[in-house]
């Protein structure tokens, strides 16, 4: 037999309920429970409860028979009863529309949420070596590359927002040397063999007429730009394969628009 009405799934250890309405209850608290068992349900207040209590400590029951024409209705007295008490699951309190895209939480739930998750790590040390080993070795698709490189700058804004926050900030000796010791070990200097490849360069691009006064040919723009976009070659090779400097080679990337 088909039933119309308000339901109610009861924490039967805390008294805890969750309130809902349907045309057909057993319908429904069917699909509660499968989207609870598959850790999938839209409600993650009652989700986390199900999780730590388990199954047997819910009891789904037929809390009020009524018609389809009047079931938000009265789904919505119950919920401006009861949305935002301890002992009521339910996260919003609009009956028409539960889980409306793009809306934000109540501030009492973002509160619970920030209190719960307050001096928590974002990850732990086993997750941040699994998702560096998943890294490892990855390449981003051309497709992929084209548009990180010409993302607009709405993406900068974090980085803006850096920059500002650190005007005026002093820093002390030790964090100032601490930053100075970074930078240097990041700089790459070139040794003499990779001088001696870039001179040979040179003199070998002048002989073959690819070489004029430290520039490459406007020919060459598009293989260059299709070489290094492919990510099969860097910049530094770049330089050595046509016989200029590395910083000449990153302007020139910079300015046919492949960086």
């Not at 539960?98 to 501030?107: F, I, N, Q, Y």
């Not at 699994?130 to 709405?154: A, V, Y």
């Not at 723009?221 to 976009?229: M, V, W």
Request: aromatic letters at 10%.
């Amino acid at each position: 037999m088909v039933v119309s009405g308000i339901y109610r799934i009861v924490n039967k250890t805390n008294g805890k309920f969750y309130i809902g309405s349907s045309d057909n209850i057993q319908r429904r608290f069917s699909r509660h429970q499968l989207d609870l068992s598959k850790n999938k349900h839209d409600n993650q207040h009652l989700q986390n409860a199900w999780n730590k209590y388990g199954k047997d400590s819910f009891l789904f029951e037929v809390y009020r028979e009524c018609s389809p024409q009047v079931l938000l209705r009265e789904e919505q007295k119950e919920l401006n009863v009861w949305v935002g008490k301890d002992q009521c699951y339910n996260m919003r309190k609009d009956a028409w529309c539960p889980t409306a895209p793009g809306s934000k939480r109540p501030s009492w739930v973002v509160k619970k949420y920030a209190d719960a998750q307050r001096g928590k790590p974002r990850w732990t040390e086993e997750q941040k070596k699994q998702m560096s080993i998943d890294r490892t070795g990855r390449q981003h698709k051309l497709e992929t590359i084209f548009k990180l490189k010409n993302r607009p700058k709405s993406c900068y804004t974090g980085i803006i927002k850096a920059q500002q926050f650190n005007v005026g900030r002093v820093y002390s000796s030790e964090h100032c040397l601490n930053i100075s010791d970074a930078k240097k070990k990041s700089e790459k200097t070139m040794n003499e063999a990779e001088r001696t490849r870039i001179s040979e360069g040179v003199q070998k691009a002048v002989m073959e007429g690819r070489y004029h006064k430290n520039k490459v040919p406007k020919e060459e723009y598009e293989t260059i730009c299709k070489l290094y976009l492919s990510g099969t070659i860097n910049k530094r090779q770049l330089a050595f394969k046509y016989g200029i400097t590395p910083p000449s080679m990153q302007k020139l990337l910079q300015r046919i628009g492949a960086q």
